[in-house]
T-cell receptor
């Protein structure tokens, strides 16, 4: 079984400032890691994922996350946020391997970008 | 990316009635579909996992007779909330995966159910 902890429920940040949304996980097996973004009254959209290979993964809109196995973390960062980044962000984990279909989500972090 | 269409996006029903929510994968075959429930300001809680042609696997604490899930084809899964009560009011989200673990899970846009 896996679990995900997102330490910050809300993160306010000024426009064009950097941001880091923290995510830690626990698992007894190897994992795949994901960040999803949710806009109000909408489903989730995949932002980025780590499956294997390079521990630094990037999205097309400037976000990046680094898988740190020793610290069991997958923090999400962006060097300069925009108003449009205001949303809820969920970190998720699944077991790596055949049959490991289920995603376990953290409680989410609401990012509010202040003009 | 692949598209998962969930319908309706909003529904209001009277207490005691049943409501059906549809989840369709539009451009891929979803061997596995998941149904989640999201309470205000909280994370997604997995309700059940369904594989095409077989019975759904429900998470602990989820009433099978209340939340009926049917995955009759590789592109359609339905969730029926039977005899709905106000406490069933929530945001329900489906997701679908095409194949093996690690491939992206695509999410529907969610259904806001309000039981009055």
């Amino acid at each position: 079984a896996q679990s995900v902890t997102q330490l910050d429920s809300q993160v306010p940040v000024f426009e064009e400032a950097p941001v880091e949304l923290r995510c830690n996980y626990s698992s007894s097996v190897s994992v795949y890691l994901f960040w999803y973004v949710q806009y109000p009254n909408q489903g989730l959209q995949l932002l980025l994922k780590y499956l294997s290979g390079s521990t630094l993964v990037k999205s097309i809109n400037g976000f990046e996350a680094e898988f740190n196995k020793s610290q069991t973390s997958f923090h999400l960062r962006k060097p300069s946020v925009h108003i449009s980044d205001t949303a809820e962000y969920f970190c998720a984990v699944s077991g790596a391997g055949a049959g490991s279909y289920q995603l376990t989500f953290g409680k989410g972090t609401k990012l509010s970008v202040i003009p | 990316g692949a598209v998962v269409s969930q319908h309706p996006s909003r529904v209001i029903c009277k207490s005691g009635t049943s409501v059906k929510i549809e989840c369709r994968s539009l451009d891929f075959q979803a061997t596995t579909m998941f149904w989640y429930r999201q309470f205000p300001k909280q994370s997604l809680m997995l309700m059940a996992t369904s594989n095409e042609g077989s019975k759904a696997t429900y998470e602990q604490g989820v009433e099978k007779d209340k939340f009926l899930i049917n995955h009759a084809s590789l592109t359609l899964s339905t969730l029926t909330v039977t005899s709905a009560h106000p406490e069933d009011s929530s945001f329900y989200i489906c997701s679908a995966r095409e194949g093996a673990a690690g491939t992206e899970a695509f999410f529907g846009q969610g259904t806001r159910l309000t039981v009055v």
